[in-house]
Each structure stands twice: as structure tokens, then as C-alpha cells.
């Protein structure tokens, strides 16, 4: 029955691309063609071969699938959408290698005024950007420069009807340089924007359509580590509206974890075990720790994995699964060293939990730097890594062709 559905569906997409060749010759030529379809008729079956299990993996939609890895993010290079904002005294650093992000900062109600800055490109594939006139993610200006590979300017704005910007100038050409100090300016004087670039005037135009005319400022990169200074906005009167150094944001944590207690918990790239980045665990009183949740826990079953860390924690790490308030599994791993060292971890949950947490925290004097974090249900580990109750379900589906 199935066969026969699809082979008369693919029949029709067949009829149907006939009819529309013949459609066009039909225009070309004065000769009419005739095609007669019989729905009822059934010729060939498909091959029961063409069916199978198809998956497409988009962003996080398998994660609790098929693989038994219980661990969100192990090695914490996914990054908040947010960026990695520091100040190293009076400069403002962006570390994430990450697509559009930016940190606007100011009054929303600005209008006329200047923006200027030095900005310096670190590293990465691109340059940096620069917002004007930003009142929320879908209305505000940038000027994006060293943008598309690195090889040309262009100021975009947000469309408030779509998701997305519209480029909104010609590209001018022109690349960005790790290492040097460029000054930029803005100058924006009802629907004229006027941006310049180490004093050189790249573009002057007037947005007539869907300008917005007030907004705050802010700085920002894509796929790129920069850092900027000297940031000033000026009244087109010459009154300082406001000048120094944007407050940033609480230290994140990486996607996935979340941090607490009485400590510093943020993302740094000081010597990780592997990839870009690594986690930091600092306190000086109390306990400082990184959760994520939610985990389903199941009553009984052996969860084994094990954490790479390095640092001083004389009291060492604890590590626990919680359901709410509730401690149903917990293992204190002996005190870290200042080398890389991986400990093996193995829990046992009391009871079944739906939404459980874990929990990696330390105890006051520590500093560690965590990476690698793992855990998996022994049963999933015994099949390879795979949950055996979806291995079993994919068996009874019998595809002949697997496609993920």
C-alpha cells in the first residue's frame, strides 16, 4: 500500500513536468498535445530500497538522542551569544571568535552626534563593527568594517520587518589589519550619516527610507577577537554626551552551564587542554561551582566519565547529581595539581530524576581550570556508546538505508 501511494505520488510529480514541457511547446508551436492520466492504474512499484531513515542534525535536536553522552557542551567552546567582554584598564576586549556580537551601550533617546573610537583587530577573519543609532536588535545601524572575508566596508541596517540587516551603501574595498589602531568616526545629522576612518571620509549618504533617527551606540565583531579604546560621543554642538569605558557583562559561562556561589565563574582561553577555551573556578570563601541541567537520571544505572582539570583546590572538587535541592549521587575527586590531570568519575543516582543537575563546585582557597567534562550510562557505554533502548528501536524499524 505504501509502494503504491509513493509510486502514484511520483507519478504525478512525473504527469506534472510533462504537462509543463508540453505547456511550453504548446506556446512555441500551434500543435496541441493531449495526455490522458489513469490515477487508478498502478505500473511499476518503487523499490523498497528508496525507503530508509532519514536525520538531519540541526543545532542541539539530537542531543539526548541516540548517543548516550548525557554532558551539554564538554569542552566549553560553545560561547554565550554575547561575546566575551573584559576591560583591561581603559580598553574594552572582545575574545569570541563568534558570529554578531555586539555591546551597545548609552542613551536610546541620542540623535545628532558623533561617535569616535580606536579599534584594533586582534585576530580572526574579519574586522570589527561599529552601531549607531541602535534602539533594540531590529533597529539599529552598523558600520561594518574589514566584513565579507575581510575585503571591503559598508554600513547595513536592521530591518524591522525581517530578520537580518540590508547593506544600505556601495562596499568600499578595504581590509583590516591585526596589530594596528584604527580611528573611527561617525557623525550622524538627521537622515545624513557621514563615517570616516583614520580621517578619511569612506561614506556620505542620506537613509530616506526607514532611517532610524535616535539610538544609542556599541561595538562589536564577527569572527574576530578585537579590542577598542578612547570611545566618545559628542553633541554636534560639542557637548560631551559621554565618554570612557561601557560597564560589560557578568564574566559568562560557557553555553549550557550555569554558575554559583560565592566565586568567579567565566570562560577564559588560559592554557585549555584542547580547543580554544576552558572553564575558571575561583573563590576565596564558600563554594563556587558550574551546573547543567536538565539531565534524566536513572534510579540504579552506573553513569561514568571523567573531568581534565588543573589548579589548586586543597579541599578537591565535588561532583553531584541533584534532583532539586536533593543530593542523589555525589563523588569528591582528590586535590587537582598544576598539570592537566584527567579523574575519572563514576555516580550511581538514588533515585530516577526527570530534571536532574550536575554540579562540578569547589570549596574555598581554589583555582582550578576545568575542560573535558563527561558522563554516560554505563548500559550506553556497553553498546558502543549508544543508548541501547534507541539502538533497539532503530533495529525494529529495519531501514535498508540509514541517511543522518
Not at 505520488?9 to 511550453?24: A, D, F, K, P, T
Not at 542620506?206 to 579604546?229: I, Q
Request: hydrophobic share 40%; aromatic share 10%; proline share 5%.
Amino acid at each position: 500500500m505504501q509502494g503504491d501511494f509513493a509510486a502514484k505520488g511520483m507519478l504525478g510529480l512525473l504527469l506534472l513536468s510533462v504537462l509543463g514541457v508540453y505547456g511550453m511547446m504548446a506556446q512555441q508551436s500551434e500543435t496541441v498535445k493531449r495526455v490522458t492520466i489513469d490515477p487508478q492504474r498502478v505500473i511499476h512499484r518503487v523499490d523498497e530500497k528508496v525507503y530508509g531513515h532519514f536525520l538531519e542534525h540541526i543545532y542541539h535536536s539530537v542531543h539526548g538522542g541516540l548517543w548516550g553522552e548525557i554532558v551539554w557542551n564538554r569542552s566549553f567552546e560553545e560561547l554565550p551569544p554575547g561575546g566575551l567582554w573584559r576591560l583591561a584598564g581603559n580598553e574594552l576586549v572582545q575574545e569570541a571568535i563568534a558570529t554578531e556580537v555586539f555591546l551597545p551601550f548609552g542613551n536610546p533617546d541620542w540623535k545628532d552626534y558623533e561617535f569616535s573610537l580606536e579599534a584594533q583587530k586582534l585576530e580572526g577573519q574579519e574586522g570589527f563593527l561599529v552601531l549607531f543609532r541602535y534602539r533594540d536588535r531590529r533597529h539599529y545601524y552598523w558600520l561594518n568594517l574589514g566584513g565579507w572575508g575581510n575585503t571591503s566596508h559598508a554600513v547595513e541596517r536592521a530591518h524591522p520587518a525581517q530578520r537580518g540587516r540590508q547593506r544600505i551603501t556601495f562596499p568600499v574595498q578595504g581590509r583590516i589589519e591585526p596589530g594596528r589602531w584604527y580611528h573611527i568616526r561617525i557623525r550622524c545629522e538627521g537622515r545624513r550619516i557621514r563615517a570616516w576612518v583614520d580621517e578619511r571620509l569612506i561614506f556620505d549618504f542620506d537613509d530616506d527610507a526607514n532611517a532610524h533617527l535616535n539610538g544609542c551606540v556599541g561595538v562589536g565583531t564577527w569572527l574576530t577577537r578585537a579590542k577598542f579604546r578612547n570611545l566618545k560621543v559628542t553633541a554636534l554642538d560639542g557637548t560631551v554626551l559621554w565618554e570612557g569605558v561601557p560597564q560589560v557583562p557578568q564574566p559568562p559561562t560557557a553555553r549550557h552551564w550555569q554558575a554559583y556561589g560565592t566565586g568567579e565563574v567565566r570562560v577564559v582561553d588560559e592554557h585549555p587542554l584542547n580547543g580554544r577555551y576552558c572553564q575558571l573556578l575561583r573563590c576565596q570563601e564558600g563554594e563556587v561551582g558550574l551546573r547543567q541541567f536538565p539531565l534524566f537520571l536513572r534510579a540504579g544505572e552506573r553513569y561514568t566519565g571523567s573531568l581534565w582539570v588543573r589548579g589548586e583546590a586543597p579541599k578537591g572538587i565535588v561532583v553531584r547529581l541533584r534532583d532539586g535541592e536533593r543530593v542523589v549521587a555525589e563523588q569528591i575527586v582528590s586535590a587537582p595539581t598544576a598539570a592537566w590531570r584527567e579523574y575519572a568519575l563514576e555516580l550511581t543516582p538514588s533515585t530516577t530524576v526527570q530534571d536532574g543537575t550536575l554540579e562540578i563546585a569547589v570549596a574555598a582557597p581554589a583555582q582550578v581550570w576545568v575542560d573535558q567534562v563527561s558522563l554516560m550510562a554505563e548500559s550506553s557505554a556497553k553498546t558502543g556508546g549508544f543508548r541501547p533502548d534507541l539502538l533497539e528501536a532503530l533495529k525494529g524499524l529495519r531501514p535498508p538505508v540509514i541517511r543522518w
